[in-house]
């Protein structure tokens, strides 16, 4: 509906005019008009009714007096008072003359006291009194012949009137006669009113068909003046802005749109056109609205201001028809124009601003519920544009971090922590939610820039130390150790911060090192805190032992490993106090200690460390009893025989049955030069069988007092192998030499065809050739007579087929010594008995003739052992030549221990002594000549053996030398340590 107050001072502007053609030409002060009208109110007293100059003196009060009403009332106005300055009664005193005065006068030519009573009716609130004076003129127009320009002004007033009183079509009825009148004045303003009257009665088409119609006929938007009638451009505006109101009314289309900025004044164009985006705003046309705008935007003489004032309203606008996206981004666009707009009229900037915040608010009413991105797009747009806004700021970083959306959290927040336009609280405020909001996001990456952030702008010292904390614990999360491990360590030793998290710091510092394998920091450190935490002395020292730990097996396990690492190592073990380590602490360090001493050879070390974790009462029986034995094979490793079979002796591990913890006692006791019968004969009382048992009988016989008497009571075990019990009975022979003790041996079954017992057989054929050697080397042939020289041939041929009976007598005994000495005496007798033959004198007395025959007849006898002698020669070449029973026996005679040797000698020094050449008759003399060792050079063995346990050639040197003169068992537990050595194996 039409304002009603714009009708009225409408009315007043155009009655105003009308006064002005009564008024004097020169306005009066308030002071002069009082003067004026009580000079005049004096005058008229003295005059009478008849007076020619009484009606108009009265019409100059009235107009007087309504004059200084309209003054008063509108500083009643300014007052803010009703009736206070006096305007009521000025008011009145003129209605009543005005009345007085139509009863006096021609209404013809009194027009104007008409519509100046009727104004005074509607200014008195007297509305009806001045409808009925219209009324009447109009229905007394044609009896009294009123002037037709008074009753068009009077139906013209009349429908303003009825207007005012909602009566429309009542209205509209007085209107259109008025307009009848060509003559009209005012006639605009007419045409205008009926078309608000066709509007308030829901005729729109008809109402913007008369404006319409009305705008584009330019000449009539005119206002009646003292000058006459002018263009009007404030009553063309208000024209095109109630036209706005009308289009606003129904759906606006394109062609609205663009025939309202064709009938817009260029001058006011582009307000008019925001007027037309309000109006159609205001009333629901959110789509037109937006159209609207984007026209407005397009005009070419907007400031930045108005530009900027578009975008906003455009924003406004989209989000009012729900669409948030694009009002955001019309928003940002605003945002953008602020930014670029020169804030010459502060006020009007902050009018802006205060429309942005009204627009993100209410944007934010409406979204409370459910915030989404368009939300938080349009804080975050303000919070570009107007960053000292803390409130707003707040409001959208708590909408991000409703959302989520932490990022942008975060960047609101440092609009405050970065801005010295804020106090320290509120920076430090903001630093800190910006940490929470990055805590929260889970986002490792945003933690760390929030970190180093707050750092960086903070002054809140205690609050840095939690921050670089958590920036630290942050590098640990995603594994950056090294540069987490650095941190931490800085923190722990930095005495300024809290004593709660300088531990935890201290702690992870020893865990992120511990993950990097940095056994060197970690140790370094666990000992600094050691003294930084007193009260956790004992735990930090106890990480440190264990990173050295760690560090040590770690050298230890690394087959890279160098000794001088290894060796650097235990340096490092052995130089750590262990004093407040606990037993589980000590069983590892010395276990450690152990493995690095045996790896570098540090003996002294090893044992050292074996023996403190046997006296630990921590350490288990079976635990105990492995190191034992671990120990023993130490000891034994080094040839210390004696402290091995000591550690051995102690072990009590129900792993091992009792018949070979004896054996093993019994061999480590042997070797130990310590008296083993009795774990031998324990092992053989616990049932222990096979060759180890007949190793240990041979062991007892051979160690026994009584060896003969022990050997026969062994025997009947000792055949099971027979090599053996021939070894045995040979040794136990060189050491009583007692032959007929040992007869019932030596013929035993199993030894027949065994070197002892062939030892003896051929012991008596050497003697035997011994003793039949000298009779025929010393028989000599008589030539005296023919008897005697017949007789001694005889004898000496008797003697040659003796040495023929001992040469088949020695290959049946099989020894190729027996078959040398023999075949010597059958070659050197042979041959001498063929030169004595030829050496016998002529007998006496024959003649050549018989001479001759004689010498053949010797030549035949002869040449039968000169043929054996060099057969015999020729054997003996061959045997020298290669024989390989020569070449066992120099071997065995070379290899055999002294007591065998003895035993030995008299068959090599036989055959030294025959004549002959050849291969194995150097070897004879080879065997013979070599070079006897002293007891120093198996001692000096020994120690080598025992400082390199592993090292072979100086174990086969000690083997060979342990076979000629050392103990019996050795040369066989030395191969068997070489065997091991050469299968990878350790002892």
Same mark, same amino acid.
């Given at each position: ?111 104007? !006291?008409?519509?100046? #009573? *009727?104004?005074? =009716?509607?200014?008195?609130?007297? &509305? +009806?009194?001045? %409808?009925?004076? $219209? @009324? ?102 208000? !024209?095109?802005?109630? #036209? *706005?109101?009308? =289009?606003?009314?129904?759906?606006? &289309? +394109?062609?609205? %749109?663009?025939? $309202? @900025? ?106 409370? #519920? ?15 544009? $107007? ?601």
């Amino acid at each position: 509906m039409k304002n009603l107050r714009r009708i009225t001072l409408i009315s007043i502007v155009v009655l105003g005019a009308l006064n002005g053609r009564l008024a004097l030409a020169d306005k009066m002060n308030a002071g002069t008009q009082d003067l004026v009208i009580q000079k005049m109110e004096r005058v008229l007293s003295a005059i009478g009714k008849e007076d020619p100059s009484w009606v108009p003196t009265q019409q100059r009060l009235a107009d007087l007096l309504a004059e200084r009403a309209r003054d008063r009332f509108m500083l009643e106005v300014e007052a803010n008072c009703d009736g206070c300055k006096g305007s009521k009664a000025d008011r009145q005193k003129a209605i009543g003359i005005y009345e007085e005065l139509l009863r006096q006068v021609s209404l013809n030519e009194h027009g104007p !006291i008409l519509f100046q #009573l *009727a104004h005074l =009716y509607e200014m008195a609130g007297q &509305n +009806d009194n001045a %409808i009925r004076l $219209f @009324e009447q003129i109009i229905k007394e127009a044609k009896a009294k012949k009123i002037n037709p320009a008074i009753v068009s002004r009077s139906h013209a007033s009349l429908g303003d009137l009825l207007f005012q009183k909602n009566k429309f079509k009542d209205a509209r009825y007085h209107y259109v006669i008025a307009l009848k009148d060509d003559k009209l004045e005012n006639r605009a303003l007419v045409t205008y009113n009926m078309a608000w009257c066709d509007f308030n009665e829901d005729k729109l088409s008809s109402a913007i068909t008369i404006l319409e119609t009305l705008l584009k006929n330019k000449h009539l938007i005119t206002r009646d003046t003292e000058e006459g009638s002018k263009y009007d451009p404030v009553f063309h505006a208000d !024209i095109m802005r109630d #036209l *706005a109101t009308f =289009y606003s009314r129904k759906d606006i &289309n +394109d062609k609205e %749109i663009a025939q $309202f @900025e064709s009938l817009a004044p260029a001058q006011n164009r582009k307000e008019l056109l925001y007027h037309f985006a309000s109006e159609a705003d205001r009333l629901g046309q959110k789509q037109a609205a937006h159209k609207i705008l984007n026209r407005y935007l397009e005009q070419p003489d907007l400031t930045k201001s108005e530009r900027l004032s578009a975008f906003v309203r455009m924003a406004q606008v989209n989000y009012d028809r729900g669409q948030t996206t694009q009002s955001t981004q019309d928003f940002a666009k605003a945002a953008a124009a602020f930014k670029n707009t020169d804030c010459d009229d502060e006020s009007k900037c902050e009018e802006l601003q205060k429309t942005m915040k009204r627009y993100v608010t209410e944007l934010h009413r409406l979204k409370k #519920l459910n915030p989404d991105q368009d939300l938080l797009n349009a804080y975050v747009i303000y919070n570009k544009t $107007f960053p000292t806004d803390i409130e707003m700021a707040n409001r959208g970083s708590q909408i991000a971090m409703d959302m989520k959306k932490y990022p942008l959290a975060i960047q609101i927040y440092r609009s405050i922590s970065e801005s010295r336009k804020f106090s320290a609280k509120e920076r430090e405020e903001a630093l800190n939610n910006e940490v929470s909001a990055a805590e929260k996001s889970q986002d490792l990456n945003l933690r760390r820039e929030a970190y180093v952030h707050y750092l960086k702008y903070s002054d809140n010292d205690a609050k840095s130390f939690e921050v670089r904390y958590q920036l630290a614990y942050l590098s640990y999360q995603q594994k950056q150790l090294k540069e987490a491990a650095v941190a931490f360590n800085d923190l722990a030793e930095d005495k300024k911060g809290s004593a709660d998290l300088r531990k935890k710091a201290a702690d992870l510092s020893l865990d992120a090192a511990a993950q990097l394998k940095d056994e060197e920091s970690l140790q370094k450190w666990a000992w600094d805190y050691a003294k930084l935490f007193p009260a956790h002395r004992a735990e930090f020292e106890t990480l440190a032992r264990k990173a050295l730990m760690n560090e040590v097996a770690a050298v230890a396990n690394n087959p890279k490993s160098s000794s001088s690492d290894m060796k650097k190592a235990l340096k490092k073990v052995m130089s750590t106090d262990v004093a407040t380590a606990k037993p589980a602490e000590k069983v590892l360090f010395y276990t450690n200690a152990s493995v690095l001493a045996q790896k570098t050879g540090e003996d002294g070390i090893y044992v050292q460390s074996i023996l403190a974790l046997i006296a630990m009462n921590e350490v288990s029986d079976s635990r105990k009893d492995e190191l034992r034995e671990q120990l023993a094979a130490h000891y034994e490793k080094h040839l210390d025989f004696k402290n091995a079979y000591r550690m051995a002796s102690q072990v009590r591990s129900s792993k091992v049955s009792e018949k070979d913890r004896e054996f093993r006692l019994g061999t480590l006791a042997d070797l130990a030069e310590m008296n083993p019968e009795k774990h031998y004969k324990a092992a053989l009382k616990a049932g222990l069988k096979g060759e180890r048992s007949l190793i240990m009988r041979s062991r007892l016989v051979l160690l026994s007092s009584n060896p003969v008497k022990e050997l026969k009571a062994q025997a009947p075990e000792l055949k099971q192998k027979p090599d053996l019990l021939n070894e045995t009975a040979l040794l136990v022979y060189a050491r009583t030499m007692d032959k007929s003790g040992l007869k019932s041996v030596f013929e035993m079954k199993e030894l027949r065809r065994k070197s002892a017992a062939q030892f003896f057989q051929k012991q008596d054929f050497y003697n035997k050739v011994a003793n039949f050697h000298p009779k025929i080397a010393s028989h000599q042939l008589n030539g005296k007579n023919d008897r005697t020289v017949q007789k001694s041939i005889q004898e000496r041929m008797s003697l040659t087929a003796k040495a023929d009976g001992l040469l088949k007598e020695s290959l049946a005994l099989k020894d190729i010594t027996a078959q040398l000495i023999v075949l010597n005496i059958v070659a050197s007798e042979n041959e001498r008995l063929v030169k004595d033959l030829a050496s016998l004198p002529m007998p006496k007395g024959l003649s050549p003739a018989e001479q001759r025959q004689y010498v053949d007849l010797l030549k035949g006898r002869s040449k039968p052992y000169l043929l054996k002698a060099r057969t015999a020669k020729q054997k003996m070449d061959e045997l020298w030549a290669q024989s390989p029973a020569l070449g066992q026996l120099a071997a065995e005679y070379k290899m055999a221990r002294p007591e065998i040797q003895k035993l030995l000698l008299r068959e090599m020094q036989i055959l030294e002594e025959l004549p002959g050449r050849g291969r194995m008759k150097s070897a004879v003399s080879d065997a013979l000549d070599s070079s006897s060792f002293s007891s120093r050079d198996l001692v000096s063995a020994r120690k080598s053996v025992s400082e390199n346990p592993s090292n072979v050639r100086d174990l086969e040197n000690l083997k060979y030398l342990e076979t000629k003169m050392g103990h019996p068992l050795m040369p066989s537990y030395l191969e068997a340590r070489l065997n091991q050595i050469q299968k990878g194996k350790s002892l």
